[in-house]
């Protein structure tokens, strides 16, 4: 799966938009991106997950450029419960088992 | 969405001994994965665990270190064996809920701090 790349850490405030990029630039034609975090003491959380299209559920929106080379994920009204480390993931959908590869992620720290 | 619970939440355990981390799931799954958190680290994947066949484990885990069970599609095990100060990390068990399904279920965690 392709390497992706992320700030270490942001910081947002509350109410704000919290947009977090991720690079992927040797992402390859059939590697999905996914999103995780992991609010602190727990285990990671599922986020959204695009392969071309932007997509959008109740947590956040996934906008990925048209060269697939990066995406954003995109906070629309960030709460100090979105306080975590958000992980970008590039994955091969695979019915052997989808083993995911964590990088270091991005610490987003929202603030009052 | 597969609710995974892990027991026990933390230890704290003498170098030298073994733990035994249980995943228990609340429904049947296909794939589970045992991941490994250093602390400050990100997650490392130890070993894909399948019903009715032995663990794949990544590069650097080996059977002998941390043997798993899986005896149904709903429970495995993991265990720690011979501990010393670097296996204290958190231990979490993921879940799929079918072949290929888009999204990995995580426990809680397993915090093991080796004195």
């Known amino acids: 799966d392709a390497k992706t790349t992320q700030p270490t850490s942001m910081d947002c405030a509350e109410g704000r938009a919290a947009n977090l990029p991720c690079n992927h630039s040797?992402?390859?034609?059939?590697?999905?991106v996914y999103w995780y975090r992991q609010i602190h003491s727990q285990g990671p959380q599922y986020i959204i997950h695009?392969?071309?299209n932007n997509e959008t559920n109740e947590m956040a929106s996934l906008i990925i450029t048209e060269d697939r080379k990066s995406s954003t994920l995109i906070l629309p009204h960030a709460t100090l419960r979105d306080t975590a480390v958000y992980y970008c993931?590039?994955?091969?959908?695979?019915?052997?088992?989808?083993?995911?590869?964590f990088g270091g992620g991005t610490r987003l720290m929202v603030k009052p | 969405s597969a609710v995974i619970s892990q027991k026990p939440s933390r230890d704290i355990c003498q170098r030298g001994t073994s733990l035994t981390i249980q995943c228990q799931v609340d429904?049947?799954?296909?794939?589970m994965f045992w991941y490994r958190q250093q602390p400050g680290q990100s997650l490392t994947l130890i070993a894909t665990?399948?019903?009715?066949?032995?663990?794949?484990?990544e590069s650097g885990f080996v059977i002998d270190k941390f043997p798993i069970s899986r005896p149904n599609l709903t429970f495995s095990t993991l265990t720690v064996s011979n501990m010393s100060p670097e296996d204290s990390s958190i231990y979490l068990c993921?879940?799929?809920?079918?072949?290929?399904?888009?999204?990995?279920?995580f426990g809680q965690g397993t915090r093991l701090t080796v004195v």
């Open positions: 993931i590039a994955l091969r959908h695979n019915n052997a088992g989808n083993m995911l590869t």
């Open positions: 993921s879940v799929e809920d079918s072949p290929g399904d888009t999204e990995a279920f």
């Open positions: 429904s049947q799954v296909t794939m």
């Open positions: 665990a399948n019903q009715g066949s032995e663990a794949t484990y």
């Open positions: 695009g392969l071309k």
């Open positions: 040797t992402i390859s034609g059939n590697e999905y």
